[in-house]
């Protein structure tokens, strides 16, 4: 049985801070991981997808992958209010076991 | 392109009735997933199609549950016999499936009400 683990938080970070996201899984095949955001009430939106280890940026947000440590993470610098969504890890081996997090709730404070 | 639709966009019902959710997916995604989500949880997996292949269903709640996937494009939810504990977001999400592209993408949810 895949599990994919996630603090479901709240976590609460004052605005202009680094939000730090943590993600284990327990499927050393796991092959892609993604990270997901979803705003109250709205559909999960993709926010980025890491396949090798080490970090990958995108603007504000890092991905970082320890594929040893059965680890995945997601910082955000500079938080904003309007990034505070739920935050789902998600995991897959080559689109044939796709198996998401609970969920970290983020909360960022003005 | 057109991303992910899904229909109706709310549905309320009677306890015992049945009811159809649709899921039009992206055009040339070959996997279509549908998931549950209650109020405050997290996603729940139902069930997968990938291509010709049979389903993964391994996530159906119940025998109440059923989904079909026509032309391996739309695919349909039925819920028969509603119970009351079947209320919910009913979220529908396709990709390629390929390696390098696995990514999914939702659409927008039923709310189902059971009354």
């Known amino acids: 049985q895949k599990e994919v683990e996630q603090n479901s938080g709240p976590l609460s970070v004052p605005e202009g801070a680094i939000a730090s996201l943590n993600c284990t899984y327990s499927?050393?095949?796991?092959?892609?991981f993604f990270w997901y955001r979803q705003y109250s009430g709205k559909s999960p939106e993709l926010i980025m997808f890491i396949y090798s280890n080490g970090d990958k940026e995108d603007g504000r947000f890092t991905a970082q992958l320890n594929k040893a440590s059965q680890y995945v993470s997601l910082l955000i610098r500079d938080s904003q209010p309007s990034d505070s969504a739920t935050y789902l890890c998600?995991?897959?081996?080559?689109?044939?076991?796709?198996?998401f997090g609970p969920g970290t709730r983020l909360s960022v404070l003005p | 392109g057109a991303g992910v639709s899904q229909s109706p966009s709310n549905k309320v019902t009677e306890k015992g009735k049945d009811v159809e959710l649709r899921c039009d997916p992206i055009?040339?995604?070959?996997?279509l997933y549908w998931y549950r989500q209650s109020l405050g949880q997290g996603l729940e997996f139902l069930i997968y199609f990938q291509g010709n292949s049979a389903p993964d269903k391994s996530g159906l709640p119940s025998d109440r549950f059923s989904a079909e996937r026509t032309g391996g494009s739309v695919s349909t939810l039925t819920i028969q016999r509603t119970q009351q504990e079947d209320s919910a977001v009913y979220l529908c999400a396709s990709s390629l499936a390929l390696e390098g592209e696995e990514t999914q993408y939702f659409g927008p949810g039923t709310r189902l009400l059971v009354l």
């Open positions: 055009s040339g995604h070959t996997a």
């Open positions: 998600a995991i897959d081996n080559y689109g044939q076991n796709f198996v």
């Open positions: 499927d050393r095949g796991s092959q892609s």
